[in-house]
């Protein structure tokens, strides 16, 4: 390979990416759209089960609007690991296309391919729809109003160590690149979303977790740009931590508390995201929104578990991932009331005896799990 003419390209493909956010839009306006289209994907593994839950109560909620046709729900097959793998693409041109008549979307896990398993090694979906329809802001709420955690974190999404994570360069057998990317734009989107976030919630405190100290250019460049948005936003405290020790923070229990929002770049907000919904009941109770100025896109913050599938326990997966994930898509759209009353019977449900998830046949189906929530709006 020209691994020079290779760089070449990519920093070429960079700066058209820097001028294409210069020129961005203003957020679309959900009020003024009629109906608003949303797409549903259901993905791989547990994917298409537990979508299905969470859709059914997304259109329980939505009823009066889907009568009247101011929301429109579209189901989109296609995006799974089979069609993906044959058409040699994260995402295939027609489910893509169909996506891009879309306003919002709900989308199930989809599994991304590793090195040496039995699909080709395409780029994970997830990171090509977050790229494809610059989905900037990948927000990740973790509660847990018993122990005083409120935490919302602003991962960044469309940059970092994943905008080139297929294209690093093997120069020789022994010598491997990968890189990391951060633009001003890049850093200064996500920075403005979570500072707007906590002023429009009543938050009081910003943290920017970085690695600034040792990725000094691409980190750096980061920070740099989160302290000029948070002068900006005077009434907020601001400060900045490192990966390390907010890792080991989110475990400190006299610490943790006292952080409210964060913003990240992309790998530290995945990993960070991780540990902190373990403290909620895992990565199955956590929803994620991935916003841009045009799309939003809604989905799980797990993968599709596909041991599950493989030992037939499908319909006993956790779909509160996807239940939230459905909830932050409706207040995304303009609908708060429907979503917090979502979160509410989701708090019933998760403390009912009767209705335990234990990813076995000694536990309630998801469909059950479902049909509780369902009740409990209809309350
Ligand atoms: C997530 C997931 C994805 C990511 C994977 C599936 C590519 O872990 O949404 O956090 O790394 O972003
Ligand atoms: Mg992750």
Not at 66 to 82: P, Y
Not at 127 to 156: H, Y
Not at 169 to 186: C, H, M, N, P, Y
Request: aromatic fraction near 8%.
């Amino acid at each position: 390979m020209d691994y020079v003419r290779h760089f070449e390209t990519l920093v070429k493909e960079q700066l058209a990416r820097v001028e294409r956010m210069k020129a961005a839009s203003d957020p679309v306006s959900y009020a003024e759209l009629s109906p608003i289209v949303i797409g549903v994907l259901g993905g791989d593994g547990i994917g298409p089960v537990i979508t299905e839950v969470a859709c059914r109560i997304m259109e329980y909620s939505l009823k009066d609007e889907l009568a009247s046709g101011k929301v429109e729900i579209r189901k989109i097959d296609g995006l799974t690991i089979e069609n993906r793998a044959k058409a040699g693409a994260a995402i295939p041109e027609e489910v893509l296309t169909e996506i891009r008549q879309c306003h919002v979307l709900l989308k199930g896990p989809t599994t991304t391919p590793r090195a040496g398993d039995e699909y080709p090694n395409i780029e994970s979906a997830n990171v090509a729809m977050r790229k494809e329809l610059d989905l900037f802001a990948n927000v990740r709420p973790v509660q847990v109003p018993d122990e005083g955690i409120d935490w919302t974190f602003f991962r960044e999404n469309t940059e970092g160590a994943y905008v080139l994570g297929s294209k690093g360069i093997e120069v020789t057998a022994d010598l491997a690149f990968d890189f990391k990317v951060i633009t001003s734009q890049g850093a200064e989107r996500i920075a403005r979303a979570a500072f707007e976030f906590a002023r429009k919630n009543g938050k009081t405190r910003v943290t920017a977790v970085t690695k600034a100290n040792v990725i000094k250019t691409t980190d750096g460049k980061f920070l740099v740009i989160c302290k000029e948005v948070a002068k900006e936003y005077p009434e907020i405290t601001f400060d900045d931590w490192y990966i390390d020790i907010m890792t080991a923070k989110l475990i400190d229990k006299k610490r943790r508390t006292d952080f409210q929002v964060f913003i990240l770049p992309n790998l530290y907000g995945d990993i960070l995201t991780d540990e902190a919904a373990e403290f909620q009941g895992g990565v199955g109770t956590a929803g994620s929104a991935n916003i841009g100025s045009r799309y939003a896109m809604f989905e799980a913050i797990h993968g599709s578990a596909p041991r599950m599938v493989a030992e037939g326990r499908e319909i006993y997966a956790d779909p509160s991932s996807m239940i939230r994930a459905a909830a932050m898509l409706l207040a995304h759209i303009g609908y708060p009331q429907k979503a917090a009353a979502i979160y509410q019977a989701l708090e019933k449900v998760a403390n009912h005896p009767d209705y335990r998830l234990t990813g076995r046949a000694d536990g309630v189906t998801n469909q059950a799990y479902g049909e509780y929530i369902m009740r409990e709006l209809e309350k």
